[in-house]
């Protein structure tokens, strides 16, 4: 079995990386920071490739694809748009930069790495392409406005291509993790219920892949919190979040 796994180099991306190497996976593993990748890579029981890769470069992620297929013996069984960025910011605060670095990675970082792995999934007639997305995406937070619209950005794609990829073989997996203990939430600065290891996470999102699911949805506390929240009329929204923001 082949994976290829972007944000491999450190929070869930590394849990992932271990977790399915211990599953049996040969690994292609993608992120900018080489050091990192090679050190994972050496610890790694299966075949492993450290493939330093900036994914908000379409060329570099194409060519990347390319590598390791050649590397690891042709289409992946597995594809994982992991690679995602947070820039804690309110909206009266907007800094139109930070928003679009938000979109290049967590959208366009996704749709790269779907563009240049996708083909030799459907030729083959076989594989899965999953994206780690966030509950976040369920709907707009207050304090996140642009990473919830990312996260909103790769569900609804990710949903759409699920149907139309059914017919070749390839399915698709949507991630949508809560609070994990990750670099990234480090720097959040206000209470994250429910938070979870990467490791556990690892094991949640392996578990959802080899059974083949359209959604992973965890930890389940916050998941039905967010999906009860995302039917609730927009003025008693409006009302409840408008509390939150307030303190």
Not at 121 to 141: D, Q
């Amino acid at each position: 079995m082949r994976a290829i796994l972007t944000g491999a180099s450190s929070g869930i991306g590394l849990a992932l990386a271990r977790e399915l190497s211990r599953r049996g996976y040969d690994l292609a593993l993608l992120a900018r920071r080489a050091e990192a990748l090679e050190t994972l890579a050496a610890e790694l029981k299966t075949k492993a490739i450290a493939i330093p890769c900036d994914v908000t470069d379409l060329a570099a992620v194409r060519d990347a694809v390319h590598r390791a297929e050649e590397q690891l013996g042709g289409a992946f069984d597995l594809a994982i748009a992991n690679a995602g960025m947070s820039i804690p910011g309110p909206v009266p605060k907007f800094k139109a930069e930070d928003a679009a670095e938000i979109i290049r990675v967590n959208v366009l970082g996704m749709l790269y790495l779907f563009d240049a792995a996708i083909p030799a999934m459907i030729e083959a007639k076989k594989g899965r392409f999953c994206g780690v997305a966030s509950i976040a995406g369920l709907r707009g937070l207050p304090g996140g406005a642009t990473y919830s619209a990312s996260k909103a950005a790769m569900i609804s794609f990710l949903e759409a291509s699920r149907v139309e990829l059914a017919p070749f073989g390839v399915g698709v997996t949507i991630v949508n993790p809560g609070f994990i203990a990750t670099p990234m939430t480090e720097k959040n600065r206000f209470p994250m219920p429910f938070l979870m290891t990467a490791e556990k996470a690892a094991r949640i999102i392996a578990d959802g892949l080899e059974r083949g699911k359209r959604v992973v949805e965890f930890p389940l506390p916050m998941s039905l919190l967010m999906r009860t929240i995302r039917h609730f009329p927009d003025a008693l929204y409006d009302r409840v979040l408008r509390r939150t923001v307030k303190r």
